[in-house]
Protein backbone atom coordinates (compact mmCIF):
# COMPACT_ATOMS: atom_id res chain seq x y z
CA UNK A 1 0.00 0.00 0.00
CA UNK A 2 2.33 2.72 0.94
CA UNK A 3 4.20 1.41 -2.21
CA UNK A 4 2.71 3.11 -4.92
CA UNK A 5 3.72 6.97 -3.60
CA UNK A 6 6.61 7.08 -4.27
CA UNK A 7 5.71 5.44 -7.46
CA UNK A 8 3.45 8.34 -8.02
CA UNK A 9 5.60 11.06 -7.19
CA UNK A 10 8.45 9.73 -9.87
CA UNK A 11 5.51 10.08 -12.46
CA UNK A 12 3.36 12.98 -11.61
CA UNK A 13 5.80 15.36 -14.36
CA UNK A 14 5.15 12.70 -16.90
CA UNK A 15 1.75 11.87 -16.26
CA UNK A 16 -0.54 14.01 -19.05
CA UNK A 17 -3.14 16.02 -17.71
CA UNK A 18 -6.25 14.57 -17.31
CA UNK A 19 -8.18 17.40 -15.57
CA UNK A 20 -11.26 17.51 -17.86
CA UNK A 21 -11.49 13.35 -17.93
CA UNK A 22 -13.55 12.07 -15.79
CA UNK A 23 -12.97 8.70 -16.58
CA UNK A 24 -9.14 8.82 -15.70
CA UNK A 25 -7.69 7.56 -12.28
CA UNK A 26 -6.89 9.96 -9.45
CA UNK A 27 -5.89 9.82 -5.93
CA UNK A 28 -7.11 11.72 -2.92
CA UNK A 29 -4.79 11.86 -0.16
CA UNK A 30 -5.35 13.31 3.50
CA UNK A 31 -3.60 12.31 7.00
CA UNK A 32 -5.27 8.88 7.36
CA UNK A 33 -6.62 7.84 4.15
CA UNK A 34 -5.93 7.58 0.19
CA UNK A 35 -8.47 7.30 -2.08
CA UNK A 36 -8.45 5.80 -5.36
CA UNK A 37 -10.66 6.10 -8.29
CA UNK A 38 -11.89 7.15 -11.54
CA UNK A 39 -13.88 10.21 -10.25
CA UNK A 40 -13.43 14.06 -10.99
CA UNK A 41 -11.32 15.44 -8.42
CA UNK A 42 -13.98 18.07 -6.63
CA UNK A 43 -15.99 14.50 -6.03
CA UNK A 44 -13.16 12.64 -4.78
CA UNK A 45 -12.07 15.06 -2.57
CA UNK A 46 -15.34 15.18 -0.93
CA UNK A 47 -14.94 11.72 -0.45
CA UNK A 48 -11.95 11.76 1.52
CA UNK A 49 -13.21 15.19 3.80
CA UNK A 50 -16.44 12.71 4.43
CA UNK A 51 -14.16 9.94 5.99
CA UNK A 52 -11.92 12.63 8.19
CA UNK A 53 -15.18 13.50 9.33
CA UNK A 54 -16.21 10.26 10.07
CA UNK A 55 -13.23 8.88 11.72
CA UNK A 56 -13.22 12.44 14.26
CA UNK A 57 -16.54 11.15 14.73
CA UNK A 58 -16.33 7.69 15.38
CA UNK A 59 -13.27 9.24 17.50
CA UNK A 60 -15.33 11.29 19.81
CA UNK A 61 -18.13 8.42 20.90
CA UNK A 62 -15.77 5.65 20.91
CA UNK A 63 -13.12 4.05 23.13
CA UNK A 64 -11.55 2.73 19.58
CA UNK A 65 -8.82 4.16 18.21
CA UNK A 66 -6.82 4.20 15.39
CA UNK A 67 -3.11 5.92 16.02
CA UNK A 68 -1.87 8.95 14.30
CA UNK A 69 0.96 6.79 13.48
CA UNK A 70 -1.07 3.95 12.19
CA UNK A 71 -0.71 3.42 8.24
CA UNK A 72 -2.94 5.32 5.88
CA UNK A 73 -5.72 3.29 4.69
CA UNK A 74 -5.86 2.32 0.90
CA UNK A 75 -9.34 2.63 -0.07
CA UNK A 76 -10.46 2.07 -3.88
CA UNK A 77 -13.63 3.28 -5.45
CA UNK A 78 -14.86 1.28 -8.67
CA UNK A 79 -17.93 1.25 -10.46
CA UNK A 80 -18.83 -2.27 -10.41
CA UNK A 81 -17.19 -4.56 -7.47
CA UNK A 82 -16.21 -7.41 -9.22
CA UNK A 83 -13.53 -5.22 -10.83
CA UNK A 84 -12.33 -5.42 -7.47
CA UNK A 85 -12.07 -8.80 -7.36
CA UNK A 86 -10.03 -8.97 -11.09
CA UNK A 87 -8.65 -12.88 -10.27
CA UNK A 88 -11.66 -13.91 -8.19
CA UNK A 89 -15.34 -13.89 -7.50
CA UNK A 90 -17.60 -12.01 -5.55
CA UNK A 91 -21.67 -11.54 -5.09
CA UNK A 92 -22.93 -8.97 -7.56
CA UNK A 93 -25.10 -7.49 -4.55
CA UNK A 94 -22.00 -6.90 -2.48
CA UNK A 95 -21.06 -3.24 -2.97
CA UNK A 96 -18.10 -2.58 -0.89
CA UNK A 97 -15.67 -5.13 1.39
CA UNK A 98 -12.77 -4.66 3.78
CA UNK A 99 -9.54 -6.47 3.33
CA UNK A 100 -7.30 -7.03 6.44
CA UNK A 101 -4.70 -10.11 5.65
CA UNK A 102 -0.91 -10.29 5.94
CA UNK A 103 -0.30 -9.01 2.36
CA UNK A 104 -2.09 -5.48 3.28
CA UNK A 105 -5.13 -3.54 4.43
CA UNK A 106 -7.70 -1.88 2.19
CA UNK A 107 -11.14 -1.09 1.11
CA UNK A 108 -13.37 -0.94 -1.48
CA UNK A 109 -16.75 0.15 -2.71
CA UNK A 110 -18.96 1.12 -5.27
CA UNK A 111 -19.42 4.83 -6.47
CA UNK A 112 -23.15 5.28 -5.80
CA UNK A 113 -24.91 6.00 -2.31
CA UNK A 114 -25.32 2.44 -1.23
CA UNK A 115 -21.37 2.48 -1.82
CA UNK A 116 -20.94 5.21 0.64
CA UNK A 117 -22.94 3.61 3.03
CA UNK A 118 -21.07 0.04 2.76
CA UNK A 119 -17.46 2.06 3.29
CA UNK A 120 -18.38 3.54 6.56
CA UNK A 121 -19.65 0.46 7.91
CA UNK A 122 -16.15 -1.65 6.64
CA UNK A 123 -14.10 1.99 7.90
CA UNK A 124 -15.87 1.22 11.13
CA UNK A 125 -14.55 -2.02 11.71
CA UNK A 126 -10.91 -1.00 10.62
CA UNK A 127 -11.40 1.94 13.59
CA UNK A 128 -12.68 -0.66 16.01
CA UNK A 129 -9.77 -3.39 15.41
CA UNK A 130 -7.17 -0.53 15.66
CA UNK A 131 -7.06 -0.89 18.96
CA UNK A 132 -4.35 -4.37 19.58
CA UNK A 133 -5.86 -6.97 21.63
CA UNK A 134 -9.57 -5.98 22.31
CA UNK A 135 -12.28 -8.61 21.63
CA UNK A 136 -15.98 -7.66 20.94
CA UNK A 137 -18.93 -9.78 20.60
CA UNK A 138 -19.65 -10.53 17.07
CA UNK A 139 -23.45 -8.58 17.14
CA UNK A 140 -21.68 -5.58 18.71
CA UNK A 141 -19.49 -5.41 15.76
CA UNK A 142 -21.66 -5.71 13.69
CA UNK A 143 -24.15 -3.46 15.11
CA UNK A 144 -22.46 -0.85 15.78
CA UNK A 145 -21.10 -0.36 11.97
CA UNK A 146 -24.75 -0.46 11.26
CA UNK A 147 -25.49 2.22 14.04
CA UNK A 148 -22.46 4.69 12.54
CA UNK A 149 -22.57 4.34 8.76
CA UNK A 150 -25.54 6.07 8.82
CA UNK A 151 -24.14 8.91 9.76
CA UNK A 152 -25.21 12.53 7.38
CA UNK A 153 -22.97 15.17 7.57
CA UNK A 154 -23.60 19.11 7.62
CA UNK A 155 -21.02 21.76 7.98
CA UNK A 156 -22.62 22.52 11.35
CA UNK A 157 -24.16 19.48 12.31
CA UNK A 158 -23.88 15.60 12.13
CA UNK A 159 -26.51 13.28 12.75
CA UNK A 160 -25.82 9.42 13.09
CA UNK A 161 -27.95 6.58 14.83
CA UNK A 162 -30.34 7.49 12.24
CA UNK A 163 -33.06 4.78 11.62
CA UNK A 164 -31.67 2.56 9.02
CA UNK A 165 -34.80 1.60 6.33
CA UNK A 166 -33.90 -1.81 5.13
CA UNK A 167 -32.38 -3.17 8.71
CA UNK A 168 -35.78 -2.18 10.00
CA UNK A 169 -37.60 -4.34 6.84
CA UNK A 170 -35.72 -7.17 7.31
CA UNK A 171 -36.83 -7.36 10.93
CA UNK A 172 -40.80 -8.01 9.65
CA UNK A 173 -39.43 -11.53 9.13
CA UNK A 174 -39.17 -13.98 12.00
CA UNK A 175 -36.34 -13.31 14.28
CA UNK A 176 -34.03 -15.53 15.54
CA UNK A 177 -32.87 -16.55 18.90
CA UNK A 178 -30.97 -14.31 21.03
CA UNK A 179 -28.58 -16.38 22.38
CA UNK A 180 -27.65 -16.96 18.91
CA UNK A 181 -27.16 -13.46 18.16
CA UNK A 182 -25.28 -12.91 21.87
CA UNK A 183 -23.36 -15.94 20.69
CA UNK A 184 -19.55 -15.36 19.84
CA UNK A 185 -19.41 -16.83 16.15
CA UNK A 186 -22.09 -16.27 13.13
CA UNK A 187 -20.27 -19.42 11.61
CA UNK A 188 -22.67 -21.61 9.79
CA UNK A 189 -25.61 -18.98 9.21
CA UNK A 190 -28.00 -19.06 6.15
CA UNK A 191 -27.95 -15.97 3.46
CA UNK A 192 -31.44 -14.82 5.55
CA UNK A 193 -29.99 -15.53 8.79
CA UNK A 194 -26.79 -13.31 7.87
CA UNK A 195 -29.46 -10.86 7.13
CA UNK A 196 -31.70 -11.22 10.37
CA UNK A 197 -28.25 -11.25 12.58
CA UNK A 198 -27.21 -7.62 10.91
CA UNK A 199 -30.71 -6.51 11.17
CA UNK A 200 -31.26 -7.67 15.42
CA UNK A 201 -27.51 -6.85 15.80
CA UNK A 202 -28.39 -2.83 14.50
CA UNK A 203 -31.58 -2.85 16.37
CA UNK A 204 -29.88 -4.49 20.22
CA UNK A 205 -27.10 -1.92 19.30
CA UNK A 206 -29.54 1.24 18.92
CA UNK A 207 -31.52 0.12 22.14
CA UNK A 208 -28.35 -0.19 24.02
CA UNK A 209 -26.75 3.35 22.60
CA UNK A 210 -29.79 5.12 23.06
CA UNK A 211 -32.36 3.83 25.50
CA UNK A 212 -31.91 5.43 29.22
CA UNK A 213 -29.74 3.59 31.51
CA UNK A 214 -28.20 0.98 29.26
CA UNK A 215 -25.10 2.31 27.64
CA UNK A 216 -23.52 1.82 31.47
CA UNK A 217 -24.71 -1.72 31.10
CA UNK A 218 -22.92 -2.52 27.78
CA UNK A 219 -19.93 -1.00 28.80
CA UNK A 220 -20.21 -3.71 31.66
CA UNK A 221 -21.13 -5.75 29.54
CA UNK A 222 -17.98 -5.53 27.23
CA UNK A 223 -15.79 -4.41 30.31
CA UNK A 224 -16.44 -8.45 31.17
CA UNK A 225 -15.83 -9.98 27.94
CA UNK A 226 -12.14 -7.87 27.78
CA UNK A 227 -11.54 -10.24 31.67
CA UNK A 228 -12.06 -13.31 29.23
CA UNK A 229 -16.18 -13.87 30.30
CA UNK A 230 -18.20 -15.89 28.03
CA UNK A 231 -20.23 -13.53 26.21
CA UNK A 232 -23.50 -14.77 26.75
CA UNK A 233 -22.93 -15.18 30.59
CA UNK A 234 -22.16 -11.43 30.33
CA UNK A 235 -25.41 -10.17 28.75
CA UNK A 236 -27.29 -11.74 31.05
CA UNK A 237 -25.16 -10.67 34.08
CA UNK A 238 -25.41 -7.05 33.06
CA UNK A 239 -27.86 -7.02 30.15
CA UNK A 240 -30.85 -8.40 30.52
CA UNK A 241 -31.36 -12.90 32.62
CA UNK A 242 -33.85 -13.47 30.31
CA UNK A 243 -32.41 -12.54 26.58
CA UNK A 244 -35.87 -13.84 24.87
CA UNK A 245 -37.22 -10.87 26.94
CA UNK A 246 -35.58 -8.88 24.23
CA UNK A 247 -38.39 -9.54 21.19
CA UNK A 248 -41.05 -7.29 23.51
CA UNK A 249 -38.84 -4.75 24.69
CA UNK A 250 -37.10 -3.96 21.30
CA UNK A 251 -41.02 -4.38 19.19
CA UNK A 252 -41.94 -1.89 21.39
CA UNK A 253 -38.76 0.63 21.10
CA UNK A 254 -39.00 0.06 17.07
CA UNK A 255 -42.97 1.14 16.80
CA UNK A 256 -42.35 4.12 20.04
CA UNK A 257 -41.21 7.70 20.18
CA UNK A 258 -38.13 6.51 22.32
CA UNK A 259 -36.42 5.46 18.31
CA UNK A 260 -34.74 8.73 17.80
CA UNK A 261 -31.36 9.93 17.07
CA UNK A 262 -27.97 12.11 17.35
CA UNK A 263 -27.01 15.24 16.40
CA UNK A 264 -24.21 16.75 17.49
CA UNK A 265 -24.04 20.55 17.04
CA UNK A 266 -20.36 22.00 16.11
CA UNK A 267 -18.44 24.86 14.64
CA UNK A 268 -17.72 24.52 11.10
CA UNK A 269 -14.94 21.97 11.01
CA UNK A 270 -11.59 23.02 9.62
CA UNK A 271 -10.45 22.23 5.72
CA UNK A 272 -9.16 18.83 5.62
CA UNK A 273 -5.84 19.13 3.86
CA UNK A 274 -6.55 16.83 0.61
CA UNK A 275 -3.76 16.12 -2.04
CA UNK A 276 -5.49 15.12 -5.47
CA UNK A 277 -3.32 13.80 -7.85
CA UNK A 278 -3.56 12.43 -11.39
CA UNK A 279 -2.43 9.23 -11.82
CA UNK A 280 -0.60 7.47 -15.20
CA UNK A 281 -2.64 6.77 -18.16
CA UNK A 282 -1.66 2.94 -17.13
CA UNK A 283 -3.93 3.24 -14.34
CA UNK A 284 -6.87 2.47 -16.63
CA UNK A 285 -5.27 -1.22 -17.30
CA UNK A 286 -2.98 -1.66 -14.16
CA UNK A 287 -4.54 -0.23 -11.01
CA UNK A 288 -7.26 -3.08 -9.79
CA UNK A 289 -4.43 -5.31 -11.21
CA UNK A 290 -2.19 -4.14 -9.01
CA UNK A 291 -4.46 -3.66 -5.69
CA UNK A 292 -4.84 -7.00 -5.91
CA UNK A 293 -1.10 -8.23 -5.86
CA UNK A 294 -0.53 -5.09 -3.61
CA UNK A 295 -2.93 -6.81 -1.22
CA UNK A 296 -4.16 -10.26 -1.13
CA UNK A 297 -1.15 -10.98 -2.65
CA UNK A 298 -0.93 -14.86 -4.48
CA UNK A 299 -4.60 -15.36 -4.38
CA UNK A 300 -6.14 -15.99 -7.24
CA UNK A 301 -8.52 -19.38 -8.53
CA UNK A 302 -5.96 -19.53 -11.92
CA UNK A 303 -2.75 -18.36 -11.51
CA UNK A 304 -2.05 -18.91 -15.17
CA UNK A 305 -4.64 -16.85 -16.35
CA UNK A 306 -3.76 -14.30 -13.61
CA UNK A 307 -0.14 -13.86 -14.58
CA UNK A 308 -1.12 -13.77 -18.27
CA UNK A 309 -3.68 -11.03 -18.41
CA UNK A 310 -1.49 -9.22 -16.22
CA UNK A 311 1.17 -9.98 -18.93
CA UNK A 312 -1.06 -8.73 -21.77
CA UNK A 313 -1.46 -5.55 -19.81
CA UNK A 314 2.16 -4.13 -19.12
CA UNK A 315 3.27 -4.90 -22.95
CA UNK A 316 0.69 -2.20 -23.69
CA UNK A 317 2.62 0.39 -21.57
CA UNK A 318 6.21 -0.09 -21.61
CA UNK A 319 8.61 1.42 -19.80
CA UNK A 320 5.66 2.26 -17.57
CA UNK A 321 6.89 2.72 -13.38
CA UNK A 322 3.32 0.86 -12.63
CA UNK A 323 2.98 -1.67 -14.87
CA UNK A 324 6.48 -2.39 -14.76
CA UNK A 325 5.88 -2.71 -11.00
CA UNK A 326 2.56 -4.81 -11.53
CA UNK A 327 4.07 -7.29 -13.56
CA UNK A 328 7.14 -7.78 -10.83
CA UNK A 329 4.65 -8.79 -8.52
CA UNK A 330 2.66 -10.85 -10.71
CA UNK A 331 5.82 -12.70 -11.82
CA UNK A 332 7.06 -12.84 -8.08
CA UNK A 333 3.82 -14.32 -6.97
CA UNK A 334 2.65 -16.48 -10.51
CA UNK A 335 5.25 -16.87 -12.87
CA UNK A 336 9.40 -16.49 -13.40
CA UNK A 337 10.96 -14.96 -10.02
CA UNK A 338 14.51 -14.41 -12.04
CA UNK A 339 11.94 -12.19 -14.41
CA UNK A 340 10.33 -10.49 -11.57
CA UNK A 341 13.89 -9.59 -9.97
CA UNK A 342 14.91 -8.36 -13.24
CA UNK A 343 12.34 -6.09 -13.32
CA UNK A 344 12.55 -4.25 -10.02
CA UNK A 345 16.36 -3.84 -10.64
CA UNK A 346 15.49 -1.64 -12.64
CA UNK A 347 12.90 -0.05 -10.84
CA UNK A 348 15.59 0.32 -8.17
CA UNK A 349 17.69 1.87 -10.50
CA UNK A 350 15.15 5.08 -10.75
CA UNK A 351 13.93 5.07 -7.51
CA UNK A 352 16.79 3.64 -4.84
CA UNK A 353 14.84 4.04 -1.61
CA UNK A 354 11.50 2.95 -2.87
CA UNK A 355 10.32 1.07 0.31
CA UNK A 356 7.71 -0.96 -1.65
CA UNK A 357 10.22 -1.79 -4.12
CA UNK A 358 13.19 -2.62 -1.35
CA UNK A 359 10.74 -5.43 0.22
CA UNK A 360 9.84 -6.69 -2.62
CA UNK A 361 13.68 -7.30 -3.53
CA UNK A 362 13.94 -8.96 -0.54
CA UNK A 363 11.36 -11.38 -1.28
CA UNK A 364 12.81 -11.96 -4.50
CA UNK A 365 16.27 -13.19 -2.99
CA UNK A 366 14.29 -15.22 -0.45
CA UNK A 367 12.18 -16.96 -2.71
CA UNK A 368 15.69 -17.45 -4.92
CA UNK A 369 17.68 -18.90 -2.05
CA UNK A 370 16.37 -18.40 1.42
CA UNK A 371 19.59 -19.46 3.23
CA UNK A 372 22.48 -17.53 1.18
CA UNK A 373 20.09 -14.55 0.41
CA UNK A 374 18.99 -14.04 4.38
CA UNK A 375 21.72 -11.30 5.03
CA UNK A 376 20.90 -9.35 2.02
CA UNK A 377 17.39 -9.77 2.22
CA UNK A 378 17.28 -8.18 5.94
CA UNK A 379 19.51 -5.31 4.99
CA UNK A 380 17.01 -4.15 2.16
CA UNK A 381 14.26 -4.71 4.54
CA UNK A 382 16.03 -2.59 7.33
CA UNK A 383 16.54 0.31 4.32
CA UNK A 384 12.87 -0.21 3.74
CA UNK A 385 11.52 0.66 6.90
CA UNK A 386 13.87 3.28 7.76
CA UNK A 387 12.10 5.03 4.45
CA UNK A 388 8.55 4.21 5.89
CA UNK A 389 8.54 3.36 9.38
CA UNK A 390 5.37 2.17 8.97
CA UNK A 391 6.13 -0.30 6.59
CA UNK A 392 4.98 -3.37 8.76
CA UNK A 393 4.83 -5.21 5.72
CA UNK A 394 8.48 -5.28 5.50
CA UNK A 395 8.45 -5.61 9.15
CA UNK A 396 6.62 -9.00 9.02
CA UNK A 397 8.88 -10.46 5.88
CA UNK A 398 11.83 -9.36 8.17
CA UNK A 399 10.49 -11.38 10.82
CA UNK A 400 9.62 -14.29 8.89
CA UNK A 401 13.31 -14.45 8.07
CA UNK A 402 13.94 -15.74 11.35
CA UNK A 403 11.97 -18.64 13.22
CA UNK A 404 9.24 -17.34 15.19
CA UNK A 405 8.01 -20.34 15.17
CA UNK A 406 10.17 -22.71 16.37
CA UNK A 407 13.12 -20.52 17.47
CA UNK A 408 14.55 -18.50 20.49
CA UNK A 409 13.00 -14.65 20.54
CA UNK A 410 15.56 -11.93 21.05
CA UNK A 411 14.07 -8.57 22.46
CA UNK A 412 14.97 -7.27 18.97
CA UNK A 413 12.79 -9.46 17.19
CA UNK A 414 10.03 -9.31 19.59
CA UNK A 415 10.24 -5.65 19.41
CA UNK A 416 9.85 -5.98 15.29
CA UNK A 417 7.07 -8.64 15.73
CA UNK A 418 5.15 -6.02 18.26
CA UNK A 419 6.06 -2.95 16.45
CA UNK A 420 4.16 -4.75 13.15
CA UNK A 421 1.48 -5.86 15.08
CA UNK A 422 0.44 -2.34 16.97
CA UNK A 423 0.68 -1.38 13.67
CA UNK A 424 -1.52 -4.07 11.61
CA UNK A 425 -3.85 -5.50 14.71
CA UNK A 426 -6.46 -6.07 11.66
CA UNK A 427 -4.58 -8.67 10.13
CA UNK A 428 -4.98 -12.33 11.08
CA UNK A 429 -1.50 -13.43 10.65
CA UNK A 430 0.09 -10.39 12.25
CA UNK A 431 -1.80 -11.05 15.38
CA UNK A 432 -0.84 -15.16 14.87
CA UNK A 433 2.81 -13.85 14.80
CA UNK A 434 2.37 -11.74 18.00
CA UNK A 435 0.77 -14.93 19.64
CA UNK A 436 3.61 -17.26 18.52
CA UNK A 437 6.62 -14.78 19.78
CA UNK A 438 4.43 -14.33 22.96
CA UNK A 439 4.56 -18.10 23.41
CA UNK A 440 8.04 -18.76 22.90
CA UNK A 441 9.02 -16.11 25.54
CA UNK A 442 6.68 -18.22 27.70
CA UNK A 443 3.62 -15.95 27.89
CA UNK A 444 0.56 -18.32 27.06
CA UNK A 445 -1.70 -16.86 28.87
CA UNK A 446 -1.18 -13.02 26.80
CA UNK A 447 -0.97 -14.96 23.57
CA UNK A 448 -4.33 -16.48 24.07
CA UNK A 449 -5.71 -13.18 25.01
CA UNK A 450 -4.29 -11.39 21.67
CA UNK A 451 -5.47 -14.24 19.81
CA UNK A 452 -9.66 -13.64 20.81
CA UNK A 453 -10.29 -10.88 18.24
CA UNK A 454 -9.37 -13.24 15.50
CA UNK A 455 -10.60 -16.14 17.31
CA UNK A 456 -13.83 -14.68 17.63
CA UNK A 457 -14.12 -12.71 14.43
CA UNK A 458 -17.45 -11.53 13.41
CA UNK A 459 -17.81 -13.62 10.41
CA UNK A 460 -16.72 -16.95 12.02
CA UNK A 461 -14.54 -17.45 8.37
CA UNK A 462 -10.35 -17.34 7.24
CA UNK A 463 -8.05 -17.75 9.94
CA UNK A 464 -11.02 -17.91 13.01
CA UNK A 465 -11.22 -21.29 13.71
CA UNK A 466 -7.41 -21.67 13.13
CA UNK A 467 -7.48 -19.02 15.93
CA UNK A 468 -9.67 -20.68 18.03
CA UNK A 469 -7.35 -24.10 18.39
CA UNK A 470 -4.56 -22.08 18.93
CA UNK A 471 -5.81 -20.16 21.74
CA UNK A 472 -7.11 -23.50 23.44
CA UNK A 473 -3.57 -24.56 23.52
CA UNK A 474 -2.44 -21.06 24.71
CA UNK A 475 -5.27 -21.18 27.71
CA UNK A 476 -4.29 -24.60 28.50
CA UNK A 477 -0.67 -23.28 29.14
CA UNK A 478 0.92 -26.17 26.68
CA UNK A 479 3.13 -24.67 24.46
CA UNK A 480 3.99 -27.96 22.64
CA UNK A 481 0.57 -27.96 21.42
CA UNK A 482 0.47 -25.05 20.04
CA UNK A 483 3.40 -25.69 18.06
CA UNK A 484 2.03 -28.75 16.79
CA UNK A 485 -1.05 -26.66 15.67
CA UNK A 486 0.96 -23.72 14.22
CA UNK A 487 2.46 -26.48 11.86
CA UNK A 488 -0.92 -27.96 10.95
CA UNK A 489 -1.81 -24.33 9.69
CA UNK A 490 -4.68 -23.21 9.17
CA UNK A 491 -7.80 -25.54 7.53
CA UNK A 492 -7.72 -24.93 3.67
CA UNK A 493 -11.19 -23.62 3.64
CA UNK A 494 -9.91 -20.69 6.31
CA UNK A 495 -6.92 -19.71 4.51
CA UNK A 496 -8.77 -19.07 1.17
CA UNK A 497 -11.58 -17.15 2.77
CA UNK A 498 -9.13 -15.02 4.89
CA UNK A 499 -9.10 -11.53 3.04
CA UNK A 500 -12.80 -10.23 2.62
CA UNK A 501 -14.74 -8.74 5.44
Given at each position: MRAILSLLMLLMMAAPSSAANAAAWRMAESAHFRVYGTMPADALRK???????????????????????????????????????????????????????????????????????????????????????????????????????????????????????????????????????????????????????????????????????????????????????????????????????????LKAYTSGRSFTFSRLDRKAPKPVAVTVRDLPASAGDMMMFYAWLDNRGDAAENAKAALARVQAAAARHPGDALAGRTLAMAELDWGDKAKAAGLLDGLLAAAPDDPGLLRL????????????????????????????????????????????????????????VQQMWTLAPQASGIVIDMASVLVRRGRLADAAKVLEPVAFAPHGEGYAPFARLLREAALAGDAAAYAKRLDDGPPREAAAAEPAK
Open positions: RVERLEDYRNLLGKFTTAKVDEDAPKLDIYIVDTIDSAVPFGRIGASVAGFYSAGDGGIAAYATKGDFGQKVLLHEYAHHHMFASTGLSYPAWYVEGFAEYFMTASFAPTRVDFGLFDSGRAYSLTDAWLPWERIIDRSTSRMSTQDTQMFYAQSWLLTHYLFRAPGMREKLSAHLGDIAKGIDPLTAFKTHIMAQPRDLNRIKAETLLAADAGSNRKEARRLLARAVKAAPDDWRAMHVYAHTHDIEHGSVDDNLFGV
